[in-house]
């Protein structure tokens, strides 16, 4: 392997606080394309003797001046390398002083778009997690907080940084912000862009402006964007009691952007994708992505922002409880049992996937070598879940007591995972050091149930047996057993529950749960609302499973015995086993229940993915063969239409959404079942009922559904043109365009498409979102990638070395898309490892796609 970028390891363990108090910075931009200067003013005080100054700041970095208390420091005391500039403490006053540079930078140069960058025109930055340093010479790193002013020259009409505006006139805008911050919270935006706004007064009165600022001509497809940040702040006062604390908060919409979004204090900055949404252009998944997101970033304000993290080991306390508090909003805006099936399928699509492969790590790992490869399901999902156990185990009251009192407490702080249980150690007066591994441990743990049944003169005693056991990850081969809380409830045969759902708190790697007094025998409701991220194996037979799917009162374990069908019936269909009938008859039943839910048939309707069926397959030790799976998946797909053709019919005919659009969640519902219906109608239609929706319906939502159906159909191209020429010049819908092709291509044709795409001018592949909805599409094709003769793995390889030249986060993200290569068999296996050996070997790798290569290939 090249090794021309330096190692990089860090470790938790070598924590030490920074030498130096910082006591505020003074920035000046003036800006210009191709030369940006940034006049940096830091007032320092040593709070060690003799240490040496070490700023961060790279080659980008043109170092113009370098004065301390206004003198230039002997040349001889100042050393630079690739990463750092070091100012000797020779040359340091003992007492406070004042640190000024002059750097000049390249913002148009800036393909990594980490840093300041430009963006259709637009000055822009993302300083998380170590951007700044790309910037100026500084501290880059979360522990050192301070109050920042800045000044921004340019004749771009808008002028944005954190904090309060104190000063903007042509030319020049002054920004001042209170709150001390890490210089990953920087933000800086200049731009011709124009707002939709808004007010908000907390309630303690105070008057917010808010501003969704974006291109001119966008604006009529911000308007809800800026509703979800109203909803966000008045939820976050109801729920959490945490109000707003400057004078304005903006949001601004950029094009390149290598993430969602970010929480910049006061100004954040969104991936357009996450702000614009139009009925026309934007799905029902859309919206609600976008009112999530909006509400993550601006959960932040409190955890992240006024209390952040100390190192980004400690990543997770920020993020982990801010999608916590991203999906509690969520189920109060819409349906929480949607909500939670929702985010455990999206759990298990990501993180039990990261978890079962070769980059597993726990939710606070104790090294890396990039800290943006670790921006990932576990730091993020897993992380959500640990603290969702930790309240089911402390109760809603306990948790309230702790998160109060972690607000006053640390506040203003960089704090760490220790604080983080300390509060609920002392607000509850719990001991969570066992607790605690689910930080620290890596993996899924696989939890089996067993049942006994005691028959005894008055009734009878069950006794449920647990067994759990944590299979080895990368450099953690032995598993101690953790705390699991396991939500129960029973139901009698006649299927009333009888006993409501009480949660066991299992600590032991065997240990058993006794349920006396009981008439007849009960089904087991186990893991309900999903209470603990694992693997839960019961001995069970389809008819209990039905029978579960048809009386379970807790909606979460009702979805799953209806999910667990589905997966008994594809795996053993995809390893050539017959089966499937329970499944078909059990959703016959289902979806004819006119008085269920229909998000809820919805979301029973969707069959499991490929991939999850794969990763059901490897978690039972089987190889998945993904064309048995895809073909295993396509059959069960048409029994299900077959079987219940016009009740299909009906729904679809029926679930027509009626008056003008909204993404509200009653109406998403209907359009999610009804899709859901066409979806399989158009396995034996031959594609008729799509053709027709697509040419008719007026939101985008209905338009991709029957889009996904023609191609799968073999006959998407009119349609896939007619929206080539309606939309060709909205980059979103383009995206979209995009994906779906090389995703839902039948798999043997998948890569020549995607091949073909990338051949198109408007394959702008330096853009994120557009290489992402290309070789992202390829990769969530699962057979098509997984493509026997490996020419999934070479195109994508091949792409990823191109971006890894331009945007090394990017291509380290789209890494991922091996990570499971060793469940699969010896051929794709030495397929898919020649392809990583090639870019490992690949001459001047990036430190962030040489990381995640490497730990592949380990
Ligand atoms: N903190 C952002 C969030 O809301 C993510 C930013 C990550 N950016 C990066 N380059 N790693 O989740
Ligand atoms: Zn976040």
């Avoid at 003074?26 to 070490?54: K, Q, Y």
């Avoid at 969520?330 to 996937?353: G, P």
């Avoid at 081969?477 to 529950?497: F, S, T, Y």
């Amino acid at each position: 392997m090249t090794a021309d970028t330096p190692s990089n390891k860090q470790f938790l363990a070598d924590y030490r606080p920074w030498p130096f108090e910082l006591r505020q910075t003074a920035l000046e931009f003036d800006l210009a394309p191709s030369a940006t200067r940034v006049t940096a003013v830091l007032d320092l005080a040593p709070r060690e003797t003799a240490a040496d100054l070490v700023l961060d700041g790279g080659k980008g970095l043109q170092l113009l001046r370098l004065a301390i208390d206004g003198a230039a420091p002997d040349p001889a005391h100042v050393r630079r390398d690739e990463e750092t500039l070091t100012i000797a403490a020779a040359a340091l006053p003992q007492a406070a002083f004042r640190l000024e540079t002059e750097v000049e930078i390249d913002p148009s140069a800036n393909t990594a778009f980490e840093g300041l960058y430009l963006s259709g025109g637009m000055f822009c930055t993302q300083c998380e997690a170590e951007g700044f340093r790309h910037i100026t010479f500084y501290p880059d790193r979360p522990d050192v907080m301070t109050t920042f002013r800045v000044a921004i020259r340019s004749e771009l009409p808008v002028l944005l940084s954190n904090g309060n505006p104190v000063r903007q006139q042509p030319g020049l805008a002054e920004w001042h912000d209170p709150w001390p911050k890490p210089s990953y919270l920087f933000a800086l935006v200049a731009g011709d862009l124009v707002a939709i706004s808004d007010r908000f007064t907390t309630r303690s009165g105070r008057e917010v402006a808010l501003n969704v600022w974006v291109r001119p001509g966008d604006q009529d497809r911000a308007g809800f964007a800026l509703e979800s940040l109203v909803k966000s702040m008045r939820w976050d006062e109801d729920v959490y009691g945490r109000e707003y604390d400057l004078d304005v908060f903006n949001i601004v919409a950029v094009d390149d952007f290598n993430m969602g979004a970010m929480e910049n204090k006061g100004l954040n900055i969104f991936n357009s994708k996450l702000v614009l949404a139009s009925p026309e252009t934007a799905t029902d998944a859309d919206y609600e992505r976008i009112e999530s997101v909006i509400a993550h970033e601006y959960f932040h304000n409190w955890t992240g922002n006024r209390i952040t993290c100390r190192d980004w080991f400690q990543l997770c306390l920020k993020e982990g409880l801010t999608v916590f508090r991203d999906q509690q909003f969520t189920s109060d805006m819409r349906s929480a049992a949607v909500k939670r099936i929702s985010d455990v399928q999206a759990l298990r699509a990501r993180q039990f996937r990261e978890d079962q492969g070769p980059l597993a790590h726990p939710p606070r790992p104790d090294q890396y070598e990039e800290i943006n490869n670790f921006y990932t399901a576990t730091v993020y999902e897993k992380g959500a879940e640990v603290i969702g156990m930790l309240k089911t185990l402390v109760g809603d009251e306990g948790y309230r007591a702790a998160l109060d009192l972690y607000f006053d407490r640390h506040d203003g702080d960089a704090a760490t995972i220790e604080d983080w249980l300390k509060v609920f150690e002392d607000a509850t007066g719990r001991d969570l050091a066992q607790f605690k591994r689910w930080y620290t441990d890596a993996g899924t743990p696989r939890l089996t149930m067993r049942e006994d049944w005691v028959e005894e003169a008055e009734g009878g005693t069950l006794v449920l047996d647990f067994a759990q056991e944590t299979p080895p990850t990368p450099g953690q081969p032995v598993k101690p057993p953790r705390v699991i809380p396991i939500a129960v409830g029973l139901i009698g045969p006649n299927g009333d529950e009888i006993a409501p759902t009480r949660v066991l708190e299992m600590t032991d790697a065997r240990q058993g749960f006794r349920f006396e007094g009981l008439g007849a025998r009960p089904v087991v409701s186990a893991l309900r609302g999903f209470s603990a991220p694992v693997m839960l194996e019961r001995v069970i037979d389809d008819a209990t499973r039905a029978f579960l799917l048809a009386h379970d009162t807790d909606p979460f374990a009702r979805w799953e015995a209806g999910r667990d069908l589905a997966l008994s019936a594809l795996t053993g269909l995809a390893q050539g086993q017959a089966g499937g009938d329970g499944y078909v008859e059990a959703i016959g039943r289902l979806i004819a229940d006119e008085g269920a839910d229909p998000a809820f048939r919805a979301l029973c309707l969707n069959l499991p993915g490929e991939e999850e069926i794969a990763t059901r397959l490897a978690a039972q030790g089987v190889t998945p063969d993904p064309d048995a799976i895809h073909a295993a998946r396509g059959d069960l797909a048409r029994r299900l239409a077959e079987a219940h053709e016009a009740l299909l019919a009906g729904i679809y005919d029926r679930m027509v959404v009626p008056g003008d659009y909204s993404p509200d969640a009653a109406a998403a519902a209907r359009r999610a079942l009804r899709i859901a219906a066409l979806g399989l109608l158009s396995r034996i239609d031959g594609g008729d009922r799509a053709e027709v929706l697509f040419g008719t319906a007026g939101n985008m939502t209905e338009r991709m559904a029957a889009l996904t159906c023609l191609i799968r159909r073999g006959r998407g191209q009119t349609a896939l043109r007619i929206l080539e020429e309606q939309f060709g010049d909205n980059r979103l819908v383009m995206d979209k365009w995009f994906t779906i092709q090389p995703m839902v291509a039948p798999p043997a044709d998948a890569v020549e498409i995607a091949r073909r795409l990338a051949k198109r001018p408007d394959f702008e592949w330096q853009n994120p979102n557009r290489f992402r909805a290309l070789l992202g599409g390829l990769a969530g094709n699962h057979a098509g990638f997984h493509r026997a003769d490996g020419a999934g793995y070479d195109f994508t390889a091949d792409w990823l070395m191109r971006m890894d030249g331009a945007n090394p986060q990017i291509a380290a993200r789209m890494s991922t898309a091996f990570e499971t290569w060793p469940r699969y068999d010896a051929g794709r296996r030495e397929k898919a490892l020649a392809a990583l050996r090639r870019m490992a070997a690949m001459e001047g790798i990036s430190r962030n796609l040489r990381e995640m290569v490497s730990r592949m290939i380990a």
